[in-house]
């Protein structure tokens, strides 16, 4: 899916975009955020805010004396992520910015953590590693990324029939349904960064990867 076309796409389903998928990926979201386990002060980049859940809680755990930065491609989803945090008064030190990634508008060394749910698999396959690699430019030196991402099956596991057909979906209608199953843990490895903490969940059968790495 194009640049142009995931905006307008995003754009017409940001108001309803939780009840059609965030039923069932709040579980992975929510575990991911455990994982990664944000502290007060510092200074926190989500990749892909959607609506706007992780920055709310992103923005809880660091407190008054850190910083949350979001970027999105949509501009609606920035709408329904900005009225969540008004609604939930944490717009002090709150940033959502609406742009296409990569590469991303920082400068390098300028956050703790980077993060991203459910993002990194609507990239294409070879856009992946210049994601990563934006991910490690902007990490300040002993910085952590974590990612939340629908996954490849284990070795010596078999696909279930949903994650086939989902698989199929993608390749033959990319514009219905535009992520796709990753190898995140080969991803993000080869992307130069150590696994800290690693954990699998299925998601209506379909395996969902959790990684924390430095």
């Not at 199953?181 to 490895?189: A, G, N, Q, R």
């Not at 903490?197 to 790495?213: C, H, N, W, Y």
Request: aromatic share 6%.
């Amino acid at each position: 899916m194009s640049t142009n076309k995931a905006q307008q796409f995003y754009d017409r389903i940001s108001h309803a975009y939780d009840l059609i998928a965030d039923g069932g990926e709040h579980v992975a979201r929510e575990r991911g955020l455990e994982l990664l386990a944000v502290q007060a002060g510092e200074s926190v980049l989500e990749i892909g805010y959607g609506t706007g859940h992780s920055i709310v809680a992103l923005a809880k755990a660091v407190g008054e004396s850190g910083q949350v930065k979001g970027v999105d491609i949509s501009s609606g989803m920035r709408d329904v992520a900005q009225k969540r945090v008004d609604a939930e008064g944490v717009q002090a030190n709150v940033e959502l910015l609406v742009g296409s990634v990569p590469p991303l508008p920082f400068e390098d060394d300028t956050f703790d953590v980077v993060t991203m749910s459910f993002t990194l698999e609507l990239f294409p396959l070879e856009t992946i590693p210049a994601v990563l690699a934006e991910c490690r430019r902007v990490l300040k030196p002993g910085g952590r990324v974590g990612v939340v991402s629908m996954a490849t099956v284990a070795e010596g596991d078999k696909a279930s029939m949903l994650e086939r057909t989902y698989i199929w979906m993608h390749t033959h209608f990319p514009h219905i349904v535009d992520c796709q199953p990753i190898p995140l843990e080969e991803l993000v490895t080869k992307a130069g960064f150590t696994l800290s903490k690693q954990e699998r969940i299925d998601l209506f059968t379909m395996p969902v990867s959790i990684v924390v790495a430095n």
